[in-house]
């Protein structure tokens, strides 16, 4: 998944490697689709090389006798549709993944492959206009990110009259985390994040791993109950050190990778979201975890972490100066990320229009294609 949200939707190389020895069989083919069935559902792409992936995955292949008849990058673009239907089509167990017999019954056009590669073409060059505007747009922000950074690193630097200390003696408690084994999901329940819901700073619901039972929360809550202005680390993965904030008094609970730390009478809880993004406390998350197959981080050596730390209405100057400078940069409501999603969003639209056919008799036509043939008839109707 990182490989995706890393270097978009059509890969010819990946971020990890194993050995060929190590794979019983041979790799998928080149040209092949993955899509993800299970966990964070609603994501493809297309390898153009041989490949293998995780079980997150199922790999798609066009069978041989049908080669000469579909476009890969026609199949991949029309993948944007069946992320889609996976969503509709979940099983409700103890593990977000879609039902593999309806999976199986999703249905692909079979369009002339001139008509496939005009969409093809058409599409390419949509993206490829969008895709640059929205590289500017991100420089943009990116180098005002940058910016941030600096300040925030810069303002948050040892001062004179300012404590050194470690980060437990910032805590009313002792950092924890969530259970370590995986829930019974459920259609409708209490939020269950982890990971894949920590970017930005914040936590988005929408990638949840699910909903957990009342009762499975309420075990969970006799060791952590999340709550408002509480602060999260990730401890393990690939995205070890990234930080969120509890804005909300939404109920729900997270899992073992998160590690959730609540702040003293004499500390900011959103002075410690931004301590812990700094360089200092950053090289030491990247010092003290381990590093076998991924990354994990103990509870107990982050609350080890030394900071530097000043007095309770320096913190919320800081604190005023940061959260202004960040809405500037993180908004979605104003500036250059809105922007950037409103190209994104009528990109989707178009692209949307494009894939979309009907059936008439033995042909298959285009929503703009229905929409001229329409017209035509209606003006020799009038004629």
Sequence with gaps: MEDIRENGGILDHAMQYVSINA???????????????????????????????NQRFTYLMVKEQYKDDYDPKFLYYYCFKLDEYCKECLNQGNFASVDMKKFAKFQFPRLPIEIQREIVRMLDSYTESVVELQRQLTAELTARKTQYAYYRDSLLSMKSQWYHVKIIDMLSQPITDGPHTTPQFVQNGVPFISVDSIWDGKIHFEKMRGYITEAFD???????????NDVYMVKSGSTTGKVAFVDTDIRFNIWSPLAAMRVNEQNSARFLFYLLQTEKVQKQVKAKASHGSQPNLGMRELEQFEVDVPPLDVQNRIVEVLDNFEKICSDLNIGLPAEIEARQKQYEYYRDKLLTFVETGNTILSRAEQSRAEQSRAEQSTD
């Design 23 to 53: 794979i019983k069989g041979d790799p998928f083919p080149e040209n092949s689709i993955i899509v993800a069935t299970s966990a964070t559902i609603g994501e493809h792409a297309l390898i153009t090389v041989p490949s293998i992936a």
């Design 218 to 228: 309420e075990e969970c809550c006799k060791k952590y109950k999340p709550q408002k």
